[in-house]
């Protein structure tokens, strides 16, 4: 019995994982979200960018999210270092968790499991951590290579292509990097899921609620939004006089 209960664990942290990272994509495209929210300042700041001379400011802000993750990709090897040296000692570490009050004691197979679970999760944030440093790195080179503001020979609706491509390179990488940091969350879940089953199902909820409050629902967000101009017509006492004519 018990046996299948990790299985189910192991599983609703699959559909955890997987079911919110497509749900939050599909939502993203008609609902507001962080993610939509700084897709627009992102454009808005290599259209803004193209107006400079001194571009020293927008390439060191493209630094410093380079540098950011280069931090968690660093300590993602250092935990899977850390992941793959406690797979050799296995049999301590159960030892010291069946120690503690309320803890459930697996067999060693299922045990490793999670260690490999772990692992999983941090090699895929790794990959996402490096690959935001790498479009990162895009960005940089294509504020170098944008056209001047005074430069004449450009049209202004090469600019906008410019400064749309641009901003779309830096959005890709924000959510790569955005991936990575979620990566950490469910790892959460995964460490204390070692101490039970019914632990791990209800720790892996509370990852999708806290990620989705804060997605969708956060301060930063009406902030946001609120600083923000959008297309989206306010009503006003003509217009809701007309649409109750209609």
């Not at 699959?14 to 929210?37: E, F, I, M």
């Not at 779309?168 to 469910?186: E, K, P, Q, T, V």
Request: charged letters at 20%; aromatic letters at 14%.
């Amino acid at each position: 019995m018990t046996h299948y209960l990790d299985i189910l664990a192991l599983l609703w942290f699959l559909v955890c994982w997987g079911g919110y990272t497509w749900y939050s994509k599909k939502r993203a495209r008609n609902h507001p979200c962080l993610s939509n929210s700084l897709d627009m300042y992102r454009e808005d700041w290599m259209r803004v960018m193209l107006k400079r001379e001194n571009r020293i400011a927008d390439t060191s802000a493209v630094g410093n999210l380079e540098r950011n993750g280069a931090f968690f990709a660093s300590s993602c090897l250092l935990i899977l270092a850390g992941l793959l040296t406690a797979l050799g000692y296995t049999s301590e570490a159960m030892e010291v968790f069946a120690t503690m009050p309320f803890s459930f004691a697996p067999t060693r197979e299922v045990w490793e499991l999670r260690l490999v679970v772990l692992l999983v999760v941090f090699v895929y944030a790794f990959f996402k951590f490096t690959w935001a440093m790498r479009m990162y790195n895009f960005v940089a080179v294509m504020i170098g290579s944008a056209p001047l503001a005074n430069d004449s020979k450009t049209s202004p609706a090469a600019r906008e292509t410019f400064a749309r491509n641009a901003g779309h390179i830096c959005n890709l990488a924000g959510d790569a990097f955005n991936l990575g940091l979620r990566s950490y969350y469910y790892a959460l879940a995964v460490i204390v899921g070692f101490i039970h089953p019914l632990v791990f199902i209800a720790a892996s909820t509370l990852v999708v609620i806290v990620l989705y409050r804060r997605e969708f629902h956060s301060d930063a967000l009406c902030a946001l939004r609120d600083g923000k101009v959008f297309c989206e017509a306010k009503s006003t006492p003509q217009n809701a006089t007309e649409k109750l004519k209609n």
